[in-house]
């Protein structure tokens, strides 16, 4: 399955929105693609979907999009694979990006590998990493060695280990890329991009699903891929209800509380909470681990925090091996007497 | 009714991960589990078939050593195993894979398939949603409940802050989240018959509809250019202090990195 890939040009990123507002990925993904269309003198393309959406293409131009790209139709209005696919395809075979990235969010999880499948190229899972450069890495003897690749680097085995995949004979070159990760640029006002009003010619087909219904959770939930401070529980909490001292030493710093996996399946936190490999990745400023021992998927969601205070009764917990600063001790001692504190040294500065 | 449930085995990524000199994973030399995700999957198959009566084949593409998870699912209930297996699938990409896989679906009988959202070992989610794009049928993922009427199914299907309440016709393939529900044990009679039932192999000559330039690891437009062990940060400062004088410690550290 080899194709012409000379006549593939351009970054092209997938623009997420839900409910007529664009998802943080959105931007994140248009912050790296103008560092990956640098080093190939190209241009940054947003690929924007959805009904009734035209509004959104100023704020991916304010965000560094060179061009918006708008499929705006009434079978569009909420996320379904196929019209979505037929859409991103469309764009696709009539633009040739050499490459289009995409959040690997629920959407684009989905999304990615039907596209993918659809205009008959790789796709690289969940990334971490995206950069410009040769493949192979290295020039072996005999056999070609191209440039300007991109090269897609990824955890794999619950983050045990790391890869870096490319895709040499095919274009695009798609990867999903886990959100939280790349920088959003800053927000330029006023910045202009290049507007272009699409028509995929969207056809229904026996690959459109009916949605019945949509259902919110109601519970209105903190957003921690935001938080600067997170303070986050695991099973050593012990107790739905002992999450109440985490709520308050955050609460004391004007952080958000997280939870582990343990704590989702036990039906302590819900899951929009959790960090991990199968919850959110994130990079607060401080990141507290209270009662969490630190498995390997665990690991792989928080070990880019800036600072890491871990509390374990267990010194031999994994979590200590990424812990900046590791405290043996009991939480239900530790916890409340730290927030008083705080609280108190805070009241001291003002 | 007829459910495909695709299956695999995966290292178990508790224990250690042991690579082949091109970067590709030496399957052979690692513990080994059902997927999880697949294992809901199946469970999902079986409840389908204890409510309305179905005829339930599993399906998985490996080594030969592979039949045991298949194995696993004959004792758990299922009706049929098929073992894709063929030196000349391997090192195969999720593209590839997925060709592969169609190729044996195309030979099989089906109104719903249903596969795990993503396996352990790679966590891509792309095999299901790309079987489904090769055989041109639709696609529900992230299932976390799954109801059959008449000729559809109806399957909420989870995203980050809300669900959908999705219907499709039959055929359909969905995946399926390990919250879905609590998969059975083998039953002693089941472990007991599971090994007198037939696993049917396909090799490649046995796939209906695929490319040879789409199978393998020469029909991947994927490639692993480097692969390696995590390298983590490590280990800062422990201290095993009393209680008080672990409050103040971590105080101090706030303090020092300008936190409060």
């Known amino acids: 399955m080899r194709q012409n890939t000379e006549e593939y040009r351009g970054v092209f990123t997938f623009a997420q929105q839900v409910d007529g507002k664009l998802s943080g990925i959105s931007l994140e993904l248009i912050g790296k693609g103008k560092d990956l269309a640098a080093d190939l003198n190209t241009e940054v393309t947003a690929v924007l979907l959805g009904s009734d959406i035209k509004g959104l293409a100023q704020e991916l131009a304010e965000y560094g999009a060179d061009r918006v790209i708008v499929v705006d139709d009434p079978k569009l209005?909420?996320?379904?694979?196929?019209?979505?696919?037929?859409?991103?395809?469309?764009?696709?075979?009539?633009?040739?990006?050499?490459?289009?990235?995409?959040?690997?969010?629920?959407?684009?999880?989905?999304?990615?590998?039907?596209?993918?499948?659809?205009?008959?190229?790789?796709?690289?899972?969940?990334?971490?990493?995206?950069?410009?450069?040769?493949?192979?890495?290295?020039?072996?003897?005999?056999?070609?060695?191209?440039?300007?690749?991109?090269?897609?680097?990824?955890?794999?085995?619950?983050?045990?280990?790391?890869?870096?995949?490319?895709?040499?004979?095919?274009?695009?070159?798609?990867?999903?890329?886990?959100?939280?990760?790349?920088?959003?640029?800053?927000?330029?006002?006023?910045?202009?991009?290049e507007i272009v009003d699409f028509d995929a010619k969207l056809e229904e087909n026996n690959k459109y699903v009916e949605i019945l219904e949509i259902v919110k959770n109601t519970k209105t939930t903190e957003d921690i891929m935001a938080a600067k401070i997170l303070v986050s529980g695991g099973r050593g909490v012990g107790s739905a209800e002992n999450f109440k001292i985490l709520k308050d030493l955050a609460d004391a710093l004007h952080g958000t509380v997280s939870c582990s996996r343990a704590v989702v399946d036990a039906g302590w936190m819900s899951k929009d909470l959790q960090v991990g490999q199968t919850g959110k990745t994130v990079r607060p400023h401080l990141y507290f681990a209270i009662g969490i021992s630190g498995a390997i998927q665990h690991l792989a969601g928080m070990e880019e925090s800036d600072i890491i205070i871990a509390i374990n009764k267990d010194e031999n917990a994994p979590i200590f091996s990424v812990a900046d600063y590791g405290i043996v001790g009991d939480l239900n001692k530790i916890v409340p007497a730290l927030t008083e504190k705080i609280k108190a040294e805070l009241a001291k500065e003002n | 009714m007829k459910i495909v449930v695709c299956i695999k085995q995966v290292p178990d990524t508790k224990g250690g991960v042991v690579f082949n000199p091109d970067g590709t994973l030496n399957r052979g030399a690692m513990l080994t589990i059902m997927n999880p995700d697949d294992k809901a999957g199946l469970e999902a198959a079986l409840r389908i078939k204890d409510k309305y009566g179905a005829e339930v084949t599993v399906v998985t593409m490996g080594l030969p050593k592979a039949d045991e998870v298949l194995r696993e699912a004959l004792a758990m209930g299922a009706d049929n195993a098929i073992l894709i297996t063929d030196r000349v699938l391997g090192g195969a990409d999720t593209w590839a894979t997925s060709q592969t896989i169609a190729g044996a679906l195309r030979k099989l009988e089906y109104d719903i398939i249903i596969t795990g959202r993503q396996a352990i070992d790679g966590d891509t989610a792309q095999v299901g949603p790309q079987i489904s794009e090769h055989l041109g049928i639709p696609v529900i993922s992230y299932a976390q409940k799954i109801e059959v009427e008449g000729d559809s199914v109806v399957v909420e299907r989870q995203f980050d802050d809300r669900y959908h309440v999705l219907k499709a016709k039959m055929p359909v393939l969905i995946t399926a989240l390990s919250e879905l529900n609590e998969p059975r044990y083998m039953t002693p009679g089941g472990i007991f018959d599971a090994y007198d039932k037939e696993v049917t192999v396909f090799s490649r000559a046995d796939l209906v509809g695929v490319d040879d330039s789409n199978i393998g690891l020469k029909g991947s437009p994927t490639q692993i250019a480097k692969a390696s062990d995590k390298v983590r940060k490590g280990a800062g400062e422990q201290v095993n202090l009393s209680a008080s004088e672990s409050v103040d410690y971590i105080l101090g550290k706030l303090k020092e990195t300008h936190i409060i």
Request: with cysteine; hydrophobic share 40%; charged share 20%.
């Open chain 1, 77 to 193: 209005k909420e996320y379904r694979t196929e019209p979505y696919t037929q859409a991103l395809a469309a764009v696709i075979n009539e633009f040739k990006p050499e490459i289009f990235i995409i959040g690997a969010t629920a959407i684009g999880r989905d999304l990615g590998p039907r596209v993918s499948a659809r205009v008959g190229t790789g796709l690289t899972a969940d990334c971490t990493q995206l950069d410009i450069g040769d493949y192979p890495l290295v020039a072996i003897a005999g056999r070609e060695q191209k440039h300007n690749q991109l090269l897609m680097t990824r955890p794999a085995f619950g983050g045990n280990t790391i890869a870096t995949i490319a895709c040499p004979e095919n274009r695009p070159q798609m990867a999903t890329v886990r959100p939280g990760v790349m920088q959003k640029k800053e927000r330029v006002a006023g910045a202009k991009a």
